[in-house]
């Protein structure tokens, strides 16, 4: 049984450059999510995915950044033009719609990203 | 719009010891969860435990219970017998339809 996975676990960027983040969910997941974190902070919304459907998408989700899941499995989300202002944890999570626990998010280990 | 406050950045307690995290919450929205995190060094956001809105029972997962108080909107979890392991930052979140809403977080410390 594996968990949501993310690759790369650590990533040092230039400011300017664009970084993009993996995630596998767990298999039989439709949801998959995208929080951010910084120090001192919990995790923040960012945006989520119903199978390959973007349905939600947060203020803090700038232009620079965009999301997919083309398939509705894997999902890669893509920062652009980087600023040490997104140096942060991004953590990527899953769930499955239904049952008694049918909105439990399951987070993967996340990808820190640095900004230099 | 939902929120959540937790209000002791740390706790400190003797392991085999009883501890409790404040959580407090404030939604608009008739039904909703009431989840706990646990996110040691590491970095990995770990469930450990989930309240519905309309359960009348306090959820509890092994050494895990949460204090689920709706008139005063908290939701406080309780570690029975600590253990060395339990030291991490521990989040308290609300969950409605699509995503959830975090606290920011208490720092558990546990000492031999």
């Known amino acids: 049984d594996t968990g949501v996975s993310q690759n790369p676990r650590h990533k040092i960027t230039k400011r300017g450059q664009n970084v993009t983040f993996r995630c596998d969910p767990i298999s039989e997941h439709n949801r998959l999510y995208w929080y951010r974190q910084t120090l001192g902070q919990g995790p923040e919304f960012l945006t989520y995915?119903?199978?390959?459907?973007?349905?939600?998408k947060s203020r803090l989700l700038s232009d620079r950044f965009s999301a997919e899941r083309p398939k509705g499995s894997f999902s890669t989300l893509e920062i652009q033009r980087t600023e040490q202002g997104d140096s942060a944890m991004y953590l990527c999570a899953s769930s499955f719609r239904g049952g008694m626990l049918g909105n439990t998010i399951y987070f993967g280990e996340g990808s820190w990203l640095t900004v230099v | 719009a939902q929120k959540i406050t937790q209000t002791q950045p740390g706790m400190f307690v003797q392991e085999k010891e009883a501890v409790t995290l404040d959580c407090t919450y404030d939604t608009s929205d008739p039904s909703y969860g009431l989840f706990w995190y646990k996110q040691p060094s590491s970095g990995e956001m770990i469930f450990l435990i989930y309240?519905?809105?309309?359960?009348?029972q306090n959820a509890t997962e092994g050494r895990y219970s949460l204090n689920f108080q709706k008139a005063r909107k908290s939701a406080n979890l309780v570690i029975s017998a600590s253990q060395l392991g339990d030291s991490a930052m521990y989040f308290c979140?609300?969950?409605?339809?699509?995503?959830?809403?975090f606290g920011k977080g208490t720092m558990l410390l546990v000492s031999p």
């Open positions: 995915f119903q199978n390959e459907a973007q349905l939600e």
């Open positions: 309240q519905g809105s309309y359960d009348q």
């Open positions: 979140a609300i969950g409605g339809y699509s995503t959830l809403t």
